[in-house]
């Protein structure tokens, strides 16, 4: 298993856990992520990988452990503030406006980090390099054509792709993706997944929860497995599919 402490670790879980009334959602949860890294989560429904995300990203505080994001402990910061820190994130649902352009979406996202918040009375005046980095962003997705079409009209797969540009756009140290492929057709899965692979290639520190198995272990450099809010094992596609414990975790459990 991963160690407390890497020097090159950018983001860390030390012996994280929740408890919520009686029931203990996630149990001493350690694990440094390296930069650069590709990491899937995976497990049976219910394991707790949503929640490993939520404690990640802010939205829900843990009872023990820490979360340190580049070496600083974010444990007690809110959601806001780990996003400043350099955290993105995608959720299962589309966060999308559905009435403003694709590159206006995204270059929002882009002001958002250049400093330039949007209010619910004013949306803030386009910069240049919110611009630029917009379309960069959504060149980097393979939809430099697409910023003048409409969020509301595109299909799944190309929805996924604008909200991985908005990521890209805010510039984040680590980006959380919560099952990209959810509601994707599988006619689309292999070019969002080639997306997730570049993403990857650029450098960028990647965490990934994702139910289709066959992408998660073909995109990965490592799987965590969690189960019952454990982790059972931080390892490579290979081992980890080998590993006895981790499938009797999923026998009678599916994938
Ligand atoms: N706020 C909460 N209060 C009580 N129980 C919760 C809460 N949040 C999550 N749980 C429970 O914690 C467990 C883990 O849930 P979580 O959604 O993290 O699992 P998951 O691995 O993401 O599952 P799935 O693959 O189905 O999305 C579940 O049993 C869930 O019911």
Same mark, same amino acid.
């Given at each position: 298993?991963?160690?407390?402490? $890497?020097?090159?670790?950018?983001?860390?879980?030390?012996?994280?856990?929740?408890? @919520?009334?009686?029931?203990? *959602?996630?149990?001493?949860?350690?694990?440094?992520?390296?930069?650069?890294?590709? +990491?899937?989560? @995976?497990?049976?429904?219910?394991?707790?990988?949503?929640?490993?995300?939520?404690?990640?990203?802010?939205?829900?505080?843990?009872?023990?452990?820490?979360?340190?994001?580049? &070496?600083?402990?974010?444990?007690?910061?809110?959601?806001?503030?780990? %996003?400043?820190?350099?955290?993105?994130?995608?959720?299962?649902?589309?966060?999308?406006?559905?009435?403003?352009?694709?590159?206006?979406?995204?270059?929002?996202?882009?002001?958002?980090?250049?400093?330039?918040?949007?209010?619910?009375?004013?949306?803030?005046?386009?910069?240049?390099?919110?611009?630029?980095?917009?379309?960069? $962003?959504?060149?980097?997705?393979?939809?430099?054509?697409?910023?003048?079409?409409?969020?509301?009209? +595109?299909?799944?797969?190309?929805?996924?792709?604008?909200? @991985? $540009?908005?990521? *890209? %756009?805010?510039?984040?140290?680590? *980006?959380?993706?919560?099952?990209?492929?959810?509601?994707?057709?599988?006619?689309?899965?292999?070019?969002?997944?080639?997306? *997730?692979? &570049?993403?990857?290639?650029?450098?960028?520190?990647?965490?990934?929860?994702?139910?289709?198995?066959?992408?998660?272990?073909?995109?990965?450099?490592? @799987?965590?497995?969690?189960?019952? &809010?454990?982790?059972?094992?931080?390892?490579?596609?290979? %081992?980890?599919?080998?590993?006895?414990?981790?499938?009797?975790?999923?026998?009678?459990?599916?994938?």
């Amino acid at each position: 298993m991963a160690g407390l402490v $890497a020097d090159d670790a950018v983001l860390e879980l030390e012996r994280v856990g929740l408890a @919520i009334g009686g029931a203990r *959602i996630l149990k001493e949860v350690s694990l440094a992520v390296p930069a650069g890294e590709l +990491l899937g989560v @995976i497990g049976p429904n219910g394991a707790g990988k949503t929640t490993l995300f939520n404690v990640v990203s802010g939205v829900v505080r843990p009872t023990e452990g820490r979360v340190v994001l580049d &070496g600083r402990d974010v444990t007690r910061e809110p959601v806001h503030r780990r %996003a400043a820190a350099g955290l993105g994130r995608t959720f299962q649902t589309s966060s999308l406006f559905p009435a403003l352009t694709v590159l206006e979406n995204v270059r929002l996202a882009a002001q958002a980090d250049l400093g330039a918040a949007a209010s619910v009375f004013r949306t803030p005046r386009p910069t240049d390099a919110a611009t630029e980095r917009a379309r960069d $962003a959504l060149a980097d997705v393979g939809l430099a054509d697409a910023g003048d079409r409409l969020a509301g009209g +595109l299909a799944h797969g190309e929805k996924r792709k604008v909200e @991985i $540009a908005m990521l *890209i %756009a805010m510039e984040p140290r680590v *980006i959380l993706l919560d099952e990209p492929m959810a509601g994707v057709g599988s006619a689309d899965v292999p070019a969002l997944a080639e997306v *997730i692979r &570049g993403l990857h290639r650029g450098g960028r520190t990647v965490l990934m929860v994702e139910h289709h198995l066959d992408v998660v272990l073909g995109l990965a450099d490592r @799987i965590a497995v969690m189960h019952h &809010g454990e982790l059972l094992a931080v390892d490579t596609p290979e %081992a980890v599919m080998a590993n006895p414990t981790v499938q009797s975790a999923y026998l009678g459990e599916g994938m």
